[in-house]
């Protein structure tokens, strides 16, 4: 029997979203971008389907040691680089290239005795600033690094958006410009697109693009869904109807007391909640998805339940699924009924809730 609440990830929507990202950036390698695990998709999971990505992105080292334990030959890439000396050696024995966004870092390069140099990609304040080294600083901390015998030459460049999914936002094309004067007539490849970048901007597309949301079927833009790309949403958020109940008009449900109905209904509780990440906040009238029917939530989202307004003749019964979010009801759209952000929804589920790949 299948367990309940899980997230179905769809093997095929994976590698149906990496050769659809394909098709924007033809010219550009991938980066699939498969932290936190797997943006709550499964970290190994996910890098045993997109097997034809030619790298993955990870914000933390441990991401990185846990893809090599499970066998993954890829190329690897530390997005935020690494925090200490000692992840040096590490990053040689296991062959992991790292970000390097601030001079912290290079010293450490400096400083460290290596048994052989590390691959490195500097990154590039172009307006972000968030990490990057600073226009000002690029070509001293440039030639340091160029000096320093523990760093694989050429260094490899990169720099991260901090609006690309506004399509109207002049920013992108801004930092875009910066990072090309900075970088003109540098060896090495380049990246600076992430999701939205890969959609959006051609100019950002480069040597390699950095996809994650949309590798999972989701659209990076508010008001938008994947579908509207040919992509197709990886994961299916489920559960079940643990009861469905006569309510009259008057009386209240939950916590709180919360949501009076205005008229007899049947009310569905379904088994997940905050305990599972979905989140408390989601207000009356966010949308789940019962035998084809959108139905609206009543009442406060609990630990293990949630309760919905199945209407007056329904004939929902118990055991139903219900469907929180997938290919039916985006999660994007869910995640604007919050007022959050589909990144958050599908990041945040706790280890209650199963992943199973199919
Ligand atoms: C997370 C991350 C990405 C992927 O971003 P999406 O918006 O999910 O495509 C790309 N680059 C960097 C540096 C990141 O941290």
Redesign the pocket.
């Known amino acids: 029997m299948k367990p309940f609440p899980r997230a179905e990830i769809s093997a095929e929507a994976l590698r149906h979203n990496l050769v659809r990202l394909r098709q924007f950036a033809p010219k550009s390698r991938v ?1 699939a ?1 498969v ?1 936190a695990n797997g ?1 709550g998709h499964g970290l190994l999971n996910v890098a045993q389907c997109v097997t034809d990505a030619d790298g993955f ?1 990870l ?1 933390r080292l441990e991401e990185a040691l846990q893809l090599r334990e499970g066998g993954v030959k890829a190329k690897l890439l530390l ?2 680089g690494f925090f200490r000396q000692s992840d040096l050696p590490l990053l040689i024995e296991h062959n992991i290239d790292t ?1 390097v966004h601030h001079e912290s870092q290079v010293e450490m390069l400096e400083q460290a005795e290596l048994s052989s140099p590390v691959t490195v990609w500097l990154k590039v304040d172009s307006g972000m600033h968030r990490l990057g080294i600073a226009p000002d600083d690029f070509d001293v901390i440039y030639q340091r690094l160029m000096e320093c015998d523990n760093v694989a030459k050429p260094i490899h460049l ?1 720099s ?1 958006f901090a609006c690309s ?1 506004e399509p109207d936002n002049a920013m992108t094309a801004r930092q875009i410009q910066v990072f090309e004067q900075l970088t003109e007539n540098l060896p090495g490849d380049r990246t600076l697109a ?3 970048g ?1 959609l959006y901007w051609p100019s950002s597309r480069a040597d390699w693009i ?6 999972y079927g989701v659209s ?1 833009v508010m008001g938008d869904v994947g579908r509207n790309h040919q992509l197709i949403p990886a994961m299916s958020l489920v559960s079940r109807l643990i009861a469905v109940r006569k309510h009259k008009a008057g009386e209240s449900v939950g916590y709180g007391a919360y949501w009076t109905a205005q008229k007899d209904t049947r009310l569905g509780v379904v088994a997940i909640g905050y305990g599972d990440g979905y989140p408390r906040n989601a207000p009356e009238g966010t949308p789940v998805l019962i035998n084809g029917r959108r139905v609206p939530i009543v009442g406060r989202v609990s630990m293990d339940m949630l309760t919905v307004d199945l209407g007056q003749d329904a004939e929902d019964k118990v055991g139903d699924e219900a469907e929180l979010w997938g290919q039916a009801l985006p999660v994007e759209e869910v995640a604007e009924h919050i007022g959050t952000i589909a ?1 958050e929804l599908v990041t945040k589920l706790t280890p209650r809730v199963a992943v199973c790949l199919d």
């Open positions: 980066f971008v932290k943006y992105g914000a997005l935020e970000v990169m991260h999914d992430n999701s939205a890969a950095r996809p994650g949301i949309a590798l990076p990144y």
